[in-house]
């Protein structure tokens, strides 16, 4: 239970590993000043112990991923029988299967009201444009973009704070261990789902990719709550779940359904939980995984084909391949490697820009939305009516084109869709910006990845329509709608990918729709630096697989390119928002250190039998999650380290009063009390504070047994271990507390505790600055 407390979040109460190292040389004499064994005092952690979720700052909270071993679990299981083992693996199963279907469903109903309404709302535009009203149908398309883009804005604003952005960043957080305020919660499901719909029908630069890998996360994690007394929600099986252990899994699920459900990638989705999102997996959570994507599968596959008997209004007959292409050449020349290099040295150097462009948006936009709700809707609006001129006004700076012969039928597209629109040209004529920017954002990728017309775009259209996308992407990102990432990279990937192309004309053999997969590939490695899971999802989502190799050397060269300037976004957004997020590699400058010469104080701990008094105090003092249990003479011959207690079991059992007036062990007694899932994790409830204990003076001088609920096996490191070699022990056990223990014996039992904020470099630097040159 390290404790490092900032000293302004004195305030924060049971926060998850804000816990001061603190310690006490006899429990029951804690009311005293205890001296430490150590003189740690000049090592008190003053990292952060707050991060930003929403607009506002709240205190964070470390997971309990680790299997907890105390007298009550050890009973509980074994006193399972075989039918509730049947049970919980049962149950498991189930849940994964539940999360794929309804993240399949929100995934299919969120893409059906986006068509919907996005497509009425072009029709209306268009009806105008015909009528040659051209103001009205500017004012109706802004009018309606503006109306759509702040009703996202208010539900964010007002609702659900933490529903703005993509959510990537938090859910990757929360696999590795973090829980900040509301990132799951159920409001921010609500908001997520019809923020994400009304905030891509308006129009904005803005992906709805991102916010569903939020929602199916979201899902997953309001099924594996356990069941909530508060609601009446509880059922005795659900019981298996009130433990972080398995809701994380169950959210790793969630997180991989949510890019199934995206970009209808089944086995991209499974990649993308194990490469970005989850920081701990194992096979049997892989097999779990894919259960649930394949689920998706089948759920949209389904409502697909439902929709093709044209039940679906302006959905289209759309299939599984959202953007269907075949490359007609298998085979390329040297020069065609050139180029697929040269866009994979381009996607990194703009990868790497949009990346730091968007991190000095996101801090601009920071100071805006500290100021309120209404701030953040004014935001907002601008934003929207910003972007709403860009659509409707550059196109009539592109000139009209005379249709291609025989597409007498398709050009010009008079309504929604197509690749000719005739925005204000003459009939037989298209206006080919108008085609990119009055579409929506799925019917503009398919235009830029076809290849049946090679000039159906000029090189100045492209360059136009590059640039705005690149720079509305930027300055939309951070406003209070929940907006993905994805669609905005591939929208100005494929743009620039199809310019090369164009530029390159017969140097190269390659067409141009291989040429706009192969920018957006490259974009998207250059900004998200992933690499498996994007050559999965791009080739699930254009169904050509004899792109594989060109996709792979693009992410490739995009990847290391970028990678020699800054961090991906969503690691960047990760770390602006203050979430200690613990890498998969310790610091250089962390083997220079050992495991002792960070641990902070002073350290607080109890008695195996404690009196009560001095854990109520310690609970009101300190937002201590864990602390260390001592068993002293006579109970032991010498002071010995019996475990660890968590913060929450020791409020369970005061809020019994199951004391003795004696300090003797009573264990069994208080085994036969209570049940293992009396202290387990609650589910949509709120867990006991301090303030939920009352005790009379006569409770406080009375003593209670600690053994029955200490945790008798803590992961433990000897004081000389490397701080690196802590640090990737800490991390790959998914642990929340680390226990250091003196080499030398004859000391006290426990040297410090170590929490995911010993290992933050301004924790370790803070107290090494000379170590900074290794950084």
Known sequence: MMAHRHPENDYVDGEGDIENDGRGSDASSFSEAREPLLNLRSRINTTSQIAIVGAKVYPIESLDYEMIENELFKQDWRSRKRVQIFQYIFLKWTLALLVGLFTGLVGFLNNLAVENIAGYKLVITSDLMFKEKYLPAFAAFAGINVVLAVSAGALCAYIAPAAAGSGIPEVKAYLNGIDAHSIL??????VKIFGSILGVSAGLVVGKEGPMVHTGACIANLLGQGGSRKYHLT?????????????????TCGAAAGVAAAFRAPVGGVLFALEEAASWWRSALLWRTFFTTAIVAVVLRGLISFCRGGHCGLFGQGGLIMFEMHSSIPTYTNADLLAVVLIGVLGGLFGCLYNYLVDKVLRTYALVNERGPSFRILLVSVISLLTSCFAYGLPWFAKCIPCPRGTEKECPTIGRSGNYKSFQCPSGHYNDLASLFLNTSDDAIRNLLSSTNRNEFEISTLIIFYVGTYFLGIVTYGIAVPSGLFIPVILAGATYGRLVGRLLGSLSTLDLGLFSVLGAASFLGGTMRMTVSLCVILLELTND????????????????????FNKGVYDQIVKMKGLPYLEDHAEPYMKHLAAGDVCSGPLITFSGVEKVGNVMHALQMTGHNGFPVIDEPPF????????????????????????????????????????????????LGKGLKVGDVELTTEEMEMYVDLHPITNTSPYMVVETMSLAKAAVLFRQLALRHLCVIPKTPGRHPVVGILTRHDFMPEHVLGLYPELDHHK
Request: charged letters at 25%; a positive charge; glycine letters at 4%.
């Open 545 to 564: 697989l004899l792109m594989l190799p060109l996709i792979m050397l693009v992410l490739l060269i995009s990847k290391t390119v970028a990678d020699s």
């Open 636 to 683: 032991t011959d010498a002071p010995e380290l019996c475990g660890l207690v968590l913060r929450s079991h020791l409020l369970v059992l005061l809020s019994r009063k199951k004391f003795t007036k004696n300090r003797a062990v009573c264990g069994g007694q208080v085994s036969r009390m209570f049940d293992a899932f009396d202290f387990a994790k609650p589910g």
């Open 235 to 251: 059922w005795r099986w659900l019981r298996y779940f009130k433990n972080d252990r398995d809701r994380r899994d169950l959210i």
């Open 185 to 190: 919660a159920p409001s921010t499901l609500f």
